[in-house]
Structures are given as structure tokens and as C-alpha cells.
């Protein structure tokens, strides 16, 4: 092999130890919440239902490959994307999946079990009725989420506080209601209860994260 060979081989290491650090489900779930608000080890565990050691080893590894960087908070260790080109990394590899392995789709539809039961409203037309102001938008994050950076107009209501918005928000306006993606259940889980209630429902199937790529701004609390 030659000199230039073997430099050209180095490159392509350094680029696999993104591909290696990317090769466990568990560093994918923490990258995906990383993606929507810093975290500590301990939320993140509390988030995933690992263990701390388990979830600190995950986030360790993520962090030998630059895709997160950390901050001290007191006694906590706070973790964070490194770059805003990890969140595209991440979208980018749901697409390629989507778009190349067939059961993804499958597998989507057993997780999101209502996937398909509410009206989906995309970005452009959910602005355009944002304006006209004949929806109410909600966000089905936790508030820590929703803190971080929310789509503007946007109200906080996490499936907790759903009882209390159903007679508070008015009745001649349909609920639309995001969370992290079209991988999430979160919104699901919220638009069932206004449904129930005889609520007209949509579903933003984008998140924060598609919605700032889409080159929209988001607001922050």
C-alpha cells in the first residue's frame, strides 16, 4: 500500500468513528433527545429508562466522537449537541432509513399506533392558518423542551396538563399539536384526549428540529 494509500485510509478512520459512535440504539435515543434540550446524565436516564452508568458509557463514547460536549452545572454534568450539524446528522440518517430500509415504516406504525387517525397539517399551511388564527398550536414536549426553543405561537402542554386545556382553550378552533418528530408519540398521546372531547384535531408531523431546517424561526422562553 502506498504513502498517499495509507493517508487516504487515515481519513476514512477518523470518519468512521462517527459510524461506530452512531452504531448503538441507546446513543441514537440520547442524540434524539439531545437534540430538543441539554440534559443531564441523570435526566437523560430518568428520559431513556437506563441506568446512570449505562447512560453515562453511551454519552462518554458520543463525546470521544465530538458529537456532544459537555458543561458543569454544580454537581451535575450537562450534555449538549457539539454542533448544530449533529441534528442534521441525525435527520439525515431517519431519511436515508426511511427512504432504504422498508421496515421502518412498519416499525413507525407499531410505535405510533394512532399515526394515522388525525388530519396532517404540514409547516407552510400550519403558518398560514397560524395567521389567520383559526388553530391553537401546542407543544406535547415536556416543558424543558418547549424552554429550549418551541415553534413561535406556540402553547406548553405536556400530556399532564391536557385536563386542564381542554376547558381553557376555545371551541371554534381546531388543536394542532407537534412534539419531537415524526417519531414521536407525544402529540398522539395529546390530540387522542381532544379528540375524545369532540375537539377538532391536526397533527404537525415536522418538530422544532425539521421546522428550524425548513428555515423557519423558533421562539425561546
Known sequence: MSTKHQQKIQLYDLFAQIGKALSSPGRLELLDLLTQASRTVEELAVETGMSISNT????????QARLVETEREGTFIRYRLAAPAVSELWH?????????ISDVDQALDAYRERR???ERINAQNLRLR?????????DARPTVEYESGHLPGAL????????QLLTSLPDDKTIVAYCRG????LADEVLALFAQAGRQVARLEEGVIEWQMAGYEVSRA
Open 156 to 163: 406548553s402542554a405536556p400530556i399532564e396538563t391536557v385536563e
Open 130 to 138: 397560524l395567521q389567520s388564527r383559526d388553530v391553537v398550536l401546542l
Open 182 to 185: 415524526p417519531y414521536c408519540v
Open 116 to 118: 394515522h387517525e388525525f
Open 56 to 63: 453515562s458509557q453511551h454519552l462518554q463514547r458520543l463525546k
Open 92 to 100: 439525515t440518517l431517519r431519511q436515508v432509513a426511511e427512504q432504504q
